[in-house]
């Protein structure tokens, strides 16, 4: 079983580490999340100038992740990326890792739409995960915002007039409903709420 969550990375520091094509696409999301980033790597490519104050040229080292909140291990040596994780974990830091069966973690891109957030994880081909979660928040704001206002509005009701177990089976018939159906039993409720 899975749990997704979202992290805030505002203001964190950040590490990422490896100066190739995921270590800079990687780089970019954290800049674009607002967080603090600095990069270690042997090299850079000319595409990191625009960054060169965030780049040290400097192989792993533990110690670069001293007060760091999230890692990402994307060096081309597996090894080193596999040594990443080991000291990210060890010290209770968030880490994802270009090899995918060593990270504990799977970032995922996410599109948030009326009703909430579409968040899609691709590990074997993160590229696409944000075009995937692009067309998924469009198909759920076009197919779905009204359901999602529906089932908000019924479930608060619910908790009002039902018990928690009678609560969980009503929503669970009401994600099955037709918008229709969904809007009748509201304002019936709405109507037994009222009544004395």
Not at 42 to 50: A, I, L
Not at 78 to 98: A, F, R
Not at 99 to 121: C, I, L
Request: proline share 6%.
């Amino acid at each position: 079983m899975a749990l997704c969550l979202r992290v805030e990375l505002q203001g964190k520091p950040c590490v990422v580490f490896g100066g190739g094509a995921e270590g800079f696409r990687r780089t970019l999301q954290l800049i674009e999340e607002g967080a603090n980033v600095t990069v270690y790597s042997r090299e850079f490519s000319s595409k990191w100038e625009p960054y060169a104050s965030l780049c040290r040229k400097e192989a792993f080292c533990p110690s670069q992740l001293q007060g760091a909140f999230f890692a990402a291990a994307a060096t081309n040596d597996p090894e080193v990326n596999e040594q990443i994780v080991y000291h990210c974990v060890k010290n209770g830091i968030l880490v994802v890792s270009s090899t995918p069966s060593q990270s504990p973690f799977h970032p995922m891109a996410n599109r948030p739409w009326t009703g909430g957030v579409v968040a899609v994880s691709i590990p074997q081909a993160p590229a696409l995960s944000g075009m995937v979660s692009k067309d998924l928040a469009q198909q759920a704001e076009n197919q779905y915002t009204q359901a999602v206002s529906q089932m908000a509005k019924l479930r608060s009701l619910a908790y009002q007039q039902l018990s928690s177990q009678q609560v969980a089976a009503l929503l669970r018939k009401a994600v099955a409903m037709s918008c229709t159906k969904r809007q009748q039993l509201i304002e019936t409720m709405e109507q037994e709420r009222k009544l004395p």
